[in-house]
């Protein structure tokens, strides 16, 4: 029989890789150097519209990007914004 101990430490690491990996899914990572792009860095699109390539690793392609925009904080559009100030 496994220890209350033990059975805590796997649930606790279990939570962890599953915690961890729900983040790493739903980020954009360049197809060349697999590194997530900073907020305000720029990402270019060359073949398919679902790879990115990172700011570093467009120096070193030879053609024009199809696409580029700046990376953008994932609470943009989210903010309250200040239309008509109080008397």
Known sequence: MASPHGDVEQLERFL??????????????????????LVGERIHVYERRTEIVCELCSQMRRGAPLASEVVRHSELGHT??????AA
């Open 16 to 37: 962890l890789r599953r915690g961890v990996g729900s983040l790493t899914a739903d980020r954009h990572r360049c197809i060349d150097c697999d590194r997530t792009p």
């Open 80 to 85: 309250v914004r200040l239309t008509a100030r």
